[in-house]
């Protein structure tokens, strides 16, 4: 198959994402974290991996999930992205790695726009959905999150 795409499967308050495998460098337990003096909607912290300091987001609260009743009581599971500079995406679990032609993403339409910023589409596997995230998205989700405020407007 031409058009194929491997997905790492994980799940998120019951709902299944995915994303290429090819940004995948490895998936990790959990391990102490530097939580962050202000925090927003996606930077949980920092930690330090293979000798550089990597954020760690998580999708809970920019996708409307919130506080959750089960929040820290599952073990859950983080996923070292390889993008132009590495993150760590925490998740609930990490379920397979599933092959799917890329021709059955399907866009999400435009009164979903918010999460047209961090997702490529959805697809069909088996009887569910998968969103499939868009990590260039993330990536710069990220970068807007934490970028530092001009003190003077350079339009004047």
Same mark, same amino acid.
């Given at each position: &198959? ?11 308050? =019951?709902?299944? +994402?995915?994303?290429?495998? &090819? ?7 959990? %391990?102490?974290?530097?939580?962050? !003096? ?16 990597? !954020? ?8 409307? +999930? ?15 992205? %390889? =993008? !132009?500079? *590495?993150?760590?995406? *925490? ?7 599933? =092959?799917?032609?890329? $021709?059955?993403? $399907?866009?999400? !339409?435009?009164?979903?726009? $918010? ?42």
């Amino acid at each position: &198959m031409d058009n194929e795409q491997k997905l790492l499967v994980f799940i998120l308050n =019951s709902i299944s +994402f995915g994303i290429n495998v &090819m940004d995948v460098r490895e998936v990790l337990k959990p %391990k102490k974290l530097q939580i962050l !003096p202000k925090k927003d909607d996606i930077l949980k912290g920092i930690i330090e991996y293979k000798e550089k300091i990597v !954020p760690v987001i998580t999708l809970d609260d920019y996708l409307g +999930f919130g506080e959750r009743e089960d929040k820290g009581r599952k073990e859950k599971r983080w996923i070292v992205v %390889k =993008s !132009p500079e *590495e993150l760590i995406i *925490e998740v609930d679990n990490v379920e397979e790695i599933i =092959s799917i032609d890329e $021709r059955e993403i $399907r866009e999400l !339409p435009e009164n979903l726009a $918010r999460l047209k910023a961090i997702f490529k589409g959805v697809c069909r596997y088996k009887d569910s959905l998968i969103y499939v995230i868009d990590i260039s998205g993330i990536v710069d989700l990220l970068k807007k999150k934490i970028e530092v405020p001009r003190l003077i407007d350079e339009k004047k």
